[in-house]
Each structure stands twice: as structure tokens, then as C-alpha cells.
């Protein structure tokens, strides 16, 4: 199931619009809350429930943690720097799962636009930017011929 906005609790702050990998989830112009504009195109990333501080957001919980019939909510708390996940089954079971988010301090993931831009050679280069000092290593791996299997090359 794509997601689905609970239009009485939607505030309308937009923080599902702007991280939704899709660009999918848009506001009413008329209501100011927001929806799910192609449902078939929502992959259930999860982006934008773990986002909304409303927890106005429903989407269906992958198979492998929450079979049908069941409902999940999920509870981002920064100052903790956790999500939450609660799960009810059809049958009244009900977990309770806590992850952390991230092992770094909130807010120290630098921007793109802290980078110096990068050069024209860098544009050619196979290397994505800030390739291989932002993966803390000293080159990426390359296959190399004699690496290939034999009567490839
Ligand atoms: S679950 Fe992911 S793809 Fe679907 S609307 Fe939310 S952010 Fe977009
Ligand atoms: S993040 Fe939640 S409250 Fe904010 S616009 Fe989206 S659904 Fe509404």
C-alpha cells in the first residue's frame, strides 16, 4: 500500500513534500494538507512517514516484519536520535522495535554546498564526486584484466 495522508492530523509543514524521493507527495492547494499524488510510483521508502512530526502519514509495512491485516507506526525522536517502530497485529500481538538513526552527531553531515565545487577534469572522471578521501580510502577497486574470467578478454 502507498502511503496514505490522515488529512485531520496533516498540519500542511511539508517536510514529507521535501524529502520524498519520487516528488510525490505534494499540498492540496485548496486544503493546504498534503497527499499522495501517484500512488503507483510511491515504492514505500518509508522517507516520508518517518519525516512527518504529525504521524499523519500510513503506509504498509514490508512482509518480512508485519504480515497483511496489520498497522505500523513510526516515531523519529532526534533528541534521542532513534526511530521507534510499533507494529499491531490483526491478531492484538503488538512489538515494539527502537533503532538508532545514525551513529554521527545531528545536524555534522555537511551540505553539498560546504564542498568546493568540483572541477572541470573531476566532471570526466569515473570517480562520483568526492570520490575515494569522502569513502576514507586511497583508491576505489578496479577489475583488472587478469581479474576477469579466463577467454573474457
Ligand atoms: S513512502 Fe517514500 S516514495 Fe512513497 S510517498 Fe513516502 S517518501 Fe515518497
Ligand atoms: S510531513 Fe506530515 S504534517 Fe507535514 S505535510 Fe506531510 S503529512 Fe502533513
Request: with cysteine; charged share 25%; proline share 8%.
Amino acid at each position: 500500500m502507498p502511503t496514505f495522508v490522515y488529512m485531520t492530523r496533516c498540519d500542511g509543514c511539508g517536510y514529507c513534500v521535501d524529502i520524498c524521493p519520487s516528488d510525490i507527495m505534494h499540498i492540496d492547494t485548496t486544503y493546504r494538507r498534503a497527499y499522495n499524488i501517484e500512488p503507483n510510483m510511491c515504492w514505500e521508502c518509508y522517507s516520508c512517514v518517518k519525516s512527518c512530526p504529525q504521524h499523519a502519514i500510513d503506509c504498509r509495512g514490508y512482509s518480512d516484519f508485519a504480515p497483511m491485516g496489520h498497522s505500523v507506526r513510526a516515531l523519529r525522536e532526534e533528541e534521542k536520535g532513534t526511530i521507534s517502530w510499533k507494529i499491531k497485529f490483526r491478531d492484538g500481538r503488538e512489538k515494539n522495535f527502537v533503532s538508532p538513526i545514525r551513529t554521527t552527531p545531528w545536524g555534522s553531515i555537511k551540505s553539498p554546498s560546504d564542498y568546493a565545487a568540483p572541477s572541470q577534469a573531476a566532471f570526466k572522471a569515473q570517480e562520483l564526486a568526492h570520490e575515494p578521501e569522502a569513502l576514507n580510502i586511497g583508491k576505489l577497486p578496479a577489475l583488472t584484466p587478469d581479474r576477469l574470467k579466463q577467454g573474457v578478454v
